[in-house]
């Protein structure tokens, strides 16, 4: 049966990549390419305590360009940090961002970046297409295989005031260069690896079953699905090995291609509620809800599960519609006991008091706009209490 998608016009966004072993080592090269003589590295602590960010200054330093270190960011970036590092960013009339870290660092360096070319509060740029004026040059240096941030159109920034995080999406953040570095991972402990590479997983599932996929889109969250499920487990048992890092940072960039133009779904409106409302791990929190999401979309995607269920190695031979999604879930969950993923919403502090106040949230995120099923908010209550 042809696919009608192979026809739909679509749009693809990409930063330029530089992937392989020594990438960060460019930054100062990219830098006088922008001709960005004073650049605001974005790092955090504990990206600077790895001697990761060391080596970027030393790289600027050998290209003769000056620099500011901002590096005042919590785990999951809040709006104060952003309106900080903008402040900062102005102060020292930088003309360049280098984002060095995760999904935290990258995503502020995105809102620093919209926030000094716009001069608006980072939260008024929430939701689609809301930013009017381009960023400054931005380069992004990943230091783990999950969030995606160096190749996406997306940032992630939580609002205390509400105890929600927000979903600011524009090609106006696709960063300028991404130099993606697998040695960058032999850093990361069990915990911070476990999260971000299943953060990408969840991208992918997502991207795959969303209703703005594509032909395009497809290639690169079939491929994402199938390096994580080949290899996490290898890397939770010799996170040393740079070969087996290196294909979850590969995964983690096909994963940022795919749900950057495919956008997400349910999984990501509902995580993005529940970490900002209790402060927990993205990746983590996707991670819990995946399996309760999967069983409510099922019926609206079943063509799509199923193919992700083949790159997962499952033979859903015979089996009917409903024992193809339990077959999914019973194995994605098998999965999570051989990687030692085992948190539920329960265990992360979740009461039945705090589902209503977490729906509404979830309700208003973009990501809910492209979910394969149709959600209300009762059948979204109900995926909340499934996962509790």
């Known amino acids: 049966m042809t696919d009608p998608s192979v026809f739909e ?18 930054a100062g090269r990219f830098a006088s390419i922008f001709q960005a003589e004073n650049i605001l590295v974005v790092t955090d602590p504990g990206i600077i305590a790895s001697g990761i960010t060391a080596e970027i200054l030393e790289s600027l330093d050998e290209a003769g360009i000056r620099y500011s270190v901002f590096s005042d960011i919590l785990p999951n970036p809040h709006a104060e940090s952003v309106m900080e590092g903008a402040r900062i960013y102005k102060e020292n009339h930088c003309t360049g961002i280098i984002a060095v870290g995760g999904g935290s660092p990258i995503d502020c360096a995105k809102g620093i970046g919209i926030v000094s070319s716009n001069n608006r509060h980072i939260l008024e740029f929430e939701g689609v297409d809301m930013v009017e004026i381009p960023a400054p040059p931005l380069i992004c240096i990943p230091t783990t295989s999950g969030s995606s941030a160096d190749v996406s159109q997306f940032a992630i920034i939580s609002d205390q005031a509400r105890k929600v995080k927000i979903a600011i999406v524009s090609k106006t953040l696709v960063p300028d260069v991404a130099l993606i570095d697998p040695a960058t991972l032999l850093t990361l402990g069990p915990d911070l690896t476990l999260h971000t590479v ?89 991670a819990m809800l995946l399996p309760a999401v999967i069983r409510y979309n099922y019926p609206g995607a079943q063509e799509r599960y199923d193919s992700i269920a083949r790159v997962m190695g499952i033979d859903i031979t015979g089996n009917s519609g409903e024992a193809r999604s339990k077959l999914l879930i019973s194995t994605l969950m098998n999965f999570y006991h051989v990687i030692g993923f085992s948190s539920n919403l329960s265990e992360a502090g979740v009461k039945k008091s705090h589902l209503m106040d977490l729906t509404d949230k979830a309700m208003a995120d973009v990501c809910m706009v492209t979910n394969p099923r149709q959600i209300e908010r009762e059948d979204l209550l109900g995926i909340y209490e499934s996962a509790l």
């Open 9 to 26: 016009l679509r749009k693809f966004v990409a930063p330029e990549i530089v992937y392989g072993d020594g990438a960060r080592f460019l």
């Open 198 to 286: 299943l953060d990408a997983l969840t991208h992918a599932i997502e991207a795959y079953v969303s209703n703005a996929h594509s032909s395009i889109t497809d290639i690169h969250a079939l491929e994402a699905i199938r390096l994580i499920w080949s290899y996490l487990p290898l890397v939770m048992q010799d996170p040393a090995n740079l070969e087996y890092r290196s294909y979850t940072m590969l995964a983690s960039m096909h994963a940022g291609l795919a749900f950057s133009n495919a956008s997400l779904g349910a999984v990501h409106a509902m995580a993005h509620s529940l970490g900002g409302f209790l402060d927990l791990p993205h990746g983590m929190c996707n």
